[in-house]
């Protein structure tokens, strides 16, 4: 069963020693006993802050794998979706919401599941607020 929808401002965060804060850490450790879903463009946002990292030096490759098999352990799926669906609702909450088609696709997951967002992401909490969509939180 999933728990809840995971953003790429979570993910990276893990990836990162200077990125590190309680809440993303939080929702890694739920997942030792949750599932959580992810929008289709989550992986695409993982990899490009990998590949940028990267060529800036922050990272190296080594390190970019060891993260990309720590991502392929967890219970994190990614939601198919039809071009349809995801071009009208996307586009129609990023509107709606003033977000990037990216953080709308996260937001309109979570509309559509009925589940809390987990994301460090202020404008994305916002207009998850503004939706009536909850974000995650350790308690539940």
């Given at each position: 069963?999933?728990?809840?929808?995971?953003?790429?401002s979570v993910t990276m965060a893990w990836a990162f020693d200077d990125e590190d804060d309680d809440y993303a850490n939080q929702v890694l450790g739920s997942l030792e006993t949750t599932?959580?879903?992810?929008s289709p463009v989550?992986?695409?946002?993982v990899a490009n802050v990998l590949v940028v990292a990267e060529r800036k030096g922050r990272?190296?490759?080594a390190d970019s794998q060891r993260f990309i098999r720590l991502l392929e352990a967890l219970?994190?799926?990614?939601?198919?979706?039809?071009v349809g669906e995801c071009l009208q609702a996307v586009l129609d909450a990023a509107r709606r919401?003033?977000?990037?088609a990216y953080?709308?696709?996260?937001?309109?997951l979570a509309m559509d599941r009925s589940l809390p967002l987990a994301t460090n992401d202020l404008p994305l909490r916002r207009?998850?607020?503004?939706?009536?969509?909850?974000?995650?939180?350790?308690?539940?």
């Open positions: 069963m999933t728990d809840f929808v995971v953003d790429s599932a959580a879903l992810a989550w992986p695409l946002e990272i190296g490759i219970p994190i799926e990614v939601h198919p979706v039809s919401h003033g977000l990037s953080d709308a696709s996260y937001l309109q207009a998850a607020e503004a939706a009536g969509v909850s974000i995650w939180s350790p308690e539940g």
